[in-house]
């Protein structure tokens, strides 16, 4: 690897950093840029798992007032997205490349308009709990089964590949609970850690990734984490989810 390569990486991985803290989408920078430096997809995803943890670490550190203020859901996420990693870590390794590639694209833009709507199909939820019942729909700070199931999923994916999880993850927590879109993204940005922490151990133990070019990248992408966490905390809302569909549909284009 050249001194500019070199370059390349840790750069990649400040920008990859930034995304996965505000968006969710690093994977879509970073992961083209090392299969452009040669490593074959296998080996660039399980290279690119591992040097985008520090990107988490600093992220959760960003948001560490958001991701306190979550409580105990803060940890119901860490469990449900290392249990969800473990079946992605396995799928990859077992399963033949791109047998997703078909379905993954669609399932980010119908995330990405979970996201976009998810203001008003709240609001709907509320209105029409409020004339069956009577009473206002309790504030709901907790994840319900259904989605609990459909974050460990999220984490699945972000265990296999995890190009647009965060987007996913936004939309799952953004309709199944009525937190602020800071924690969400705090909680976003706690689950694609745990998520890359969980395979990382995985794919240490039976791949063989790139461990010079992950290094650089996990240098980058510390620094790219934490600030793209103390951009996320001060976006609007209304900014930050608009942000967030944009990325998403960004990532299913290039991965159609």
């Known amino acids: 690897m050249t001194l500019v390569e070199a370059l390349l990486v840790v750069v990649t991985g400040v920008f990859a950093g930034v995304l996965s803290s505000t968006v969710g989408v690093a994977s879509l920078?970073?992961?083209?840029?090392?299969?452009?430096?040669?490593?074959?997809?296998?080996?660039?995803?399980?290279?690119?798992?591992?040097g985008m943890i520090p990107?988490?670490?600093?992220?959760?550190?960003?948001?560490?007032?958001?991701?306190?203020?979550?409580?105990?859901?803060?940890?119901?996420?860490?469990?449900?997205?290392?249990?969800?990693?473990?079946?992605?870590?396995?799928?990859?390794?077992g399963l033949p490349p791109g047998v997703f590639e078909t379905?993954?694209?669609?399932?980010?833009?119908?995330?990405?308009?979970l996201v976009g709507i998810q203001p008003r199909v709240a609001a709907w939820l509320r209105a029409r709990h409020e004339r069956r019942h009577g009473e206002a729909l309790?504030?709901?700070?907790?994840?319900?089964?259904?989605?609990?199931?459909?974050?460990?999923?999220?984490?699945?994916?972000?265990?296999?590949?995890?190009?647009?999880?965060?987007?996913?993850?936004?939309?799952?927590?953004?309709?199944?609970?009525?937190l602020e879109l800071r924690i969400v993204n705090g909680l976003k940005t706690l689950?694609?850690?745990?998520?890359?922490i969980v395979a990382g151990l995985i794919f240490v133990v039976v791949a063989d990734p790139r461990w010079d070019?992950?290094?650089?990248?996990?240098?980058?992408?510390?620094?790219?984490?934490?600030?793209?966490?103390?951009?996320?905390?001060?976006?609007?809302?209304?900014?930050?989810?608009?942000?967030v569909v944009a990325a998403g549909i960004v990532a299913a284009l290039l991965l159609f």
């Not at 083209?32 to 591992?50: D, I, R």
């Not at 905390?233 to 930050?240: C, E, I, S």
């Open 29 to 50: 920078l970073s992961f083209p840029v090392l299969v452009a430096l040669g490593l074959p997809p296998v080996v660039a995803n399980v290279t690119n798992t591992l």
């Open 55 to 93: 990107a988490g670490l600093g992220g959760v550190v960003g948001y560490r007032d958001e991701v306190r203020e979550a409580g105990r859901l803060a940890y119901v996420i860490v469990l449900v997205c290392a249990g969800g990693a473990v079946l992605g870590a396995a799928l990859l390794l």
């Open 103 to 113: 379905v993954v694209p669609f399932l980010i833009l119908f995330t990405c308009l």
């Open 138 to 178: 309790a504030e709901r700070r907790h994840m319900s089964p259904t989605t609990t199931v459909f974050a460990t999923i999220t984490g699945m994916y972000g265990g296999y590949f995890g190009a647009g999880a965060g987007v996913m993850m936004v939309a799952v927590l953004g309709l199944g609970t009525d």
């Open 191 to 196: 689950s694609l850690m745990v998520g890359n």
């Open 213 to 243: 070019i992950a290094a650089l990248l996990a240098g980058g992408s510390l620094v790219g984490g934490y600030v793209g966490a103390r951009i996320g905390r001060k976006l609007p809302d209304a900014v930050f989810r608009w942000a």
